[in-house]
């Protein structure tokens, strides 16, 4: 398997412009993340999906922050209008349940898009 | 909210030396994660730990859950674990601690010289 395979590895933008960010994740993964790392802030969670539903958004900043995820095999995450802000690592993860419990224990992360915001 | 506090922050040590990574958290949890971030960016999980203690090689985790805290040890260090550090915890009771729902440490910046 390839793994969790994002794009675009970089993307620069104007603020004001819309910014889609895409996420292919391990086939037969049951999870998807959405996350955030910034200098300041580290790691942040922010949002989640179990089978293609959204479970948890809370971590969403704000309205202009959207995800969806259509099918098993993608998501997309998307900040419109973007703002200097906005800048940051975007992290997308995918994670199996796992054991007897059916918990899923490990993440497996993607590359990243580094997302610069002018 | 879980506040996730590692230490040090930063920390340089010699190829060969007994490096121990701290990290604790304010409330309950259900598991711990540790994660290690490479100077390339690309994130690996290392750990789940809900009790006790793991081992996998060089790497040993530990908690306590009574006083929320663990600790990740890496023995006979050597540059290749020079990385970034992350601890994360987890509050879902559902998922006994899984993945969803983490909260993360700002991370421990270690870099081994030769």
């Known amino acids: 398997d390839a793994g969790v395979i994002q794009s675009p590895r970089h993307e620069v933008t104007e603020m004001g412009q819309e910014v889609t960010l895409r996420c292919k994740p391990i086939?037969?993964?049951?999870?998807l993340f959405w996350y955030r790392q910034t200098m300041m802030r580290g790691l942040e969670l922010l949002i989640y999906f179990n089978n293609n539903v959204p479970i948890d958004d809370s971590g969403m900043p704000e309205d202009r922050f959207s995800a969806k995820m259509p099918n098993a095999s993608f998501s997309t995450l998307k900040i419109q209008p973007s703002e200097p802000r906005d800048s940051a690592v975007y992290f997308c993860?995918?994670?199996?349940?796992?054991?007897?419990?059916?918990?899923?224990?490990?993440?497996?992360f993607g590359s990243g898009t580094q997302l610069s915001v002018l | 909210k879980n506040e996730v506090e590692q230490s040090p922050q930063n920390l340089t040590a010699q190829e060969g030396e007994f490096i121990t990574i701290n990290c604790s958290y304010s409330v309950g949890i259900s598991a711990l994660h540790w994660l290690q971030q490479h100077p390339g960016g690309g994130i690996v999980s290392l750990f789940m730990?809900?009790?006790g203690k793991k081992k996998h090689g060089r790497l040993i985790a530990t908690i306590n859950i009574q006083e929320k805290h663990s600790s990740l040890h890496i023995t006979a260090s050597h540059p290749r674990d020079s990385a970034v550090y992350i601890c994360?915890?987890?509050?879902?009771?559902?998922?006994?601690?899984?993945?969803?729902?983490?909260?993360f440490g700002k991370g421990t910046h270690l870099i081994i010289q030769p």
């Open positions: 086939s037969g993964h049951d999870y």
């Open positions: 993860a995918s994670s199996p349940r796992e054991g007897i419990w059916g918990r899923n224990e490990k993440l497996f």
């Open positions: 994360a915890v987890s509050l879902n009771q559902y998922s006994g601690g899984g993945a969803d729902g983490l909260t």
């Open positions: 730990l809900s009790s």
